[in-house]
């Protein structure tokens, strides 16, 4: 039995084109600066 993330894995895999909508959360844990924080984009 497969679970949702082996589910997800195959819709990826057999995809030609997949999108992902992310928040901005995921970049600032990444290292990029968001727009209100100081020392952000408004700056």
Do not use: N
Not at 20 to 40: H, K, Y
């Amino acid at each position: 039995m497969s679970g949702p993330i082996e589910k997800i894995a195959e819709l990826i895999v057999d995809s030609l084109r997949i999108v992902v909508f992310v928040g901005a959360g995921l970049s600032t844990e990444s290292g990029i600066p968001d727009f209100r924080s100081p020392g952000g984009v408004w700056d």
